[in-house]
């Protein structure tokens, strides 16, 4: 997975665009190029991606010198709410006017619940409700478009691993971790969205 995706284009298989993807972690990137490698040699021998080793905090000059139509962050914006204007600020200079930020991300539903052992095990040092998102958004140059509740599919998901984990004794995120995810979505503290917003 690269979790912050910079294209310029919706869809690079089907409308022949490009691709600039960005994570922090070098295995990911180093994954990222063999399978675009792969890709471009069966199917698609015109596409054009590019990969880099980097923070959404300090995008490479590469990105940066780059205007984009579409940014698609997926699970990795609710690590760094409590700097929510550098990362939108960030998106905001490379992404076109009219152009989409796509991200999937957890956001605060209750202002009473107590979900700082949620917040502790996602590494969370704050979490943004929609609406503190959306204004957010307004304040980087960006405004609010829609999104979908994915909490069934978030729930679903996290049963899942917890399960596996158990049943084949996975080292990593722990049964605890995943069954934390999960109940805290089904006890509507939290919610997992598709969130999007459209450069101004």
Same mark, same amino acid.
């Given at each position: 997975?690269?979790?912050?995706? =910079?294209?310029?284009?919706?869809?690079?298989?089907?409308?022949?665009?490009?691709?600039?993807?960005?994570?922090?972690?070098?295995?990911?990137?180093?994954?990222? =190029?063999?399978?675009?490698?792969?890709?471009?040699?069966?199917?698609?021998?015109?596409?054009?991606?590019?990969?880099?080793?980097?923070?959404?905090?300090?995008?490479?000059?590469?990105?940066?010198?780059?205007?984009?139509?579409?940014?698609?962050?997926?699970?990795?914006?609710?690590?760094?709410?409590?700097?929510?204007?550098?990362?939108?600020?960030?998106?905001?200079?490379?992404? *076109?006017?009219?152009?989409?930020?796509?991200?999937?991300?957890?956001?605060?539903?209750?202002?009473?619940?107590?979900?700082?052992?949620?917040?502790?095990?996602?590494?969370?040092?704050?979490?943004?409700?929609?609406?503190?998102?959306?204004?957010?958004?307004?304040?980087?140059?960006?405004?609010?478009?829609?999104?979908?509740?994915?909490?069934?599919?978030?729930?679903?998901?996290?049963?899942?691993?917890?399960?596996?984990?158990?049943?084949?004794? =996975?080292?990593?995120?722990?049964?605890?971790?995943?069954?934390? *995810?999960?109940?805290?979505?089904?006890?509507?503290?939290?919610?997992?969205?598709? =969130?999007?917003?459209?450069?101004?």
């Amino acid at each position: 997975n690269i979790p912050v995706q =910079i294209s310029t284009g919706y869809n690079s298989s089907i409308m022949g665009c490009s691709v600039v993807g960005v994570d922090l972690a070098e295995n990911h990137i180093e994954m990222a =190029i063999n399978a675009a490698g792969v890709y471009k040699r069966e199917k698609k021998p015109d596409l054009k991606a590019q990969f880099f080793a980097a923070s959404y905090f300090d995008l490479p000059g590469a990105v940066l010198n780059q205007s984009f139509s579409h940014v698609m962050m997926q699970t990795s914006m609710f690590y760094a709410h409590h700097r929510i204007d550098e990362i939108l600020g960030s998106i905001s200079k490379v992404l *076109r006017p009219g152009g989409i930020l796509v991200t999937t991300d957890f956001v605060r539903v209750s202002d009473t619940a107590d979900i700082s052992e949620f917040m502790t095990m996602n590494s969370m040092p704050a979490i943004l409700s929609l609406d503190e998102m959306k204004a957010a958004f307004l304040r980087n140059g960006m405004e609010y478009c829609g999104g979908e509740n994915l909490d069934e599919h978030c729930m679903k998901c996290n049963a899942m691993k917890a399960e596996k984990v158990e049943k084949e004794k =996975i080292v990593g995120p722990s049964v605890a971790f995943f069954n934390l *995810r999960e109940n805290t979505v089904k006890e509507k503290s939290v919610s997992f969205q598709i =969130i999007m917003a459209k450069k101004l």
